[in-house]
């Protein structure tokens, strides 16, 4: 099914490329879904930051076994620090944004207050090669039209004090996720991308719901997801 | 109104100003902090008001005080927060109050950490304040069941003039699920039809609210006041759901909360195994489902009971209380923030069946 659709996966060239948006938008399984296809199919080492410093549950740092030993390098707080109910921001981010070689995803926290501390190492980033992309989900209920979409997206520049390159349709109710919700997520980014300007990036969706659609009407790159954040009632098939 | 993807605290929030309650008083804690950051900006677009009180201990007086005014008030805590308001928990039951308080249950004792856990069983339904009071207490075991519990629980508080709990592990409020609400939203209640709430003594005799007797004929006139009030809660507002009953269970998992739903998964699998496993969810974990846990229990093929839980065990003293003996009782469970996982109630119900 993967290969199917492989030949409109996303392609960027940019070496940093962080992955914002509201809360409940998908930003963390976008992050770990991208960092899996790019270390499937680059030879470049794939680093993932979790950068989310304001949800204590479902972080990308849950899934740290899986993507090391997929030769993903994870750079999040390890041991009881993973667990602590503390802003804590790693020296290695830092030093991870100032190097020149590597493909770096950070799963960046939801909405402004999230990405604070995005905006505070944002200085360091060269900005001839870097993406930052907006996560949209017009389920969630401040993202629903493309009015509430650039609201959100204008303050989340400001925290960021970095401008958007793109955007990134993803519109899902997580398991609950079809057809009708995926295209009307293509929709809104489509008005939103018309509005400010930015290119839809690409469109995500999980794999099994892009399977039954026809997806020849969706006129972007198109990376399909598994999802990776289970609640403890879901176990992994 | 179409589906909407919410994470349970923001759902917590909305279903409040669905419920008509617009006046909240909170202080922030993981895992429950959401909830005081959506309602820090949609409260006023409704014309109400979310309070930061300095401390938990404010919160809960400022619970009492505005309860007396008749209006829909409520709170949202987590579980270290929700032991500072204990002494006006007690007040607000004294003095027949409704009020509405929600713990998003860490990891305890102490400080803890701010991971899912169930150790507040106690607290919420022993009384964690002084005196021979009780709170209804009720238990959501999704995104939309902590919205239709809220609503609800603003309901029971004012036909019993009682204080509610609501208690959800913090799962409940940091994961996201779809979730719907009432088309119509709720006005207030109107406390000028009350006959007890403070709305100024024009016109009529002044009414009294308070939770001091120093007369015992009093105090004791109070206290059967409010037990005949108990027992009316424990005829009327037993709630419970069953899951996979049948006449071929062997085994009888009683669990609330997200860990029924742990349950149901771990169910479904030795289903497929050919063992037959029944669950039963209390809801309402005050009132308790006495006589239901009895006669579920009691039932021809189960061989035994299981009781699952986030905490060394807490509601299994209610449970072995109601089956009185007549089956073993037996316990599983994580605590400090590990959940049990559906391979972990698999292997206890084998181990159990032998």
Redesign the interface.
Known sequence: MADALSVRYPSTSKRIIAIVGGFGSGKTEISVNLAKYLAATEKSIVSIIDLDLVNPYFRSREVVDELEALGIKMIAPRGGQSYADLPILLPEVKGALEQRDGRLILDIGGDAQGTKAFGSLTDTIDISDYEMLMVLNSRRPQTDNPDGCIKIMERIELSARLKFTGLIANSHMIDETDEAVVIEGYNLARKVGEATGLPLVFLSAKSDVLSGMDTSLLECPILPMTRSMLKPWEEKK | M??????GN?AIG?AAVAAGAINYFAYPI??QS?VAEYLCWRLPEVGGAFVQAESEVAVGNMLFGAASTGKRVFTTSSSPGISLMQEAISYIAGAHLPVVLVNIMRGGPGLG????AQSDYFQAVKGGGHGDYRLIVLAPSSVQEAVDIMILAFDLAEKYLTPVMIIGD??IG?????VEFPEKYRKDNDPEKSDWALTGTEGRKARIIKSLFLDPQELEDNCILLDEKYKKIRENEVRYELYKVTDKNRILIIAYG?MA??C??AIDELESEGISVGLMRPISLYPFPEKEVYAEAVKGNIEKVLTIEMSTGQMVEDIRRCVMGKKPVEFFGHTG?I?????EVKDKIKELLG
């Open positions: 179409a589906k909407k993807l919410m994470k923001e909305e993981t895992p959401e950490g701010i991971l899912p913090g799962m940091q994961m996201m699920e779809s997200t739903r742990i149901q998964t923030g959940v049990p996982t559906p391979i």
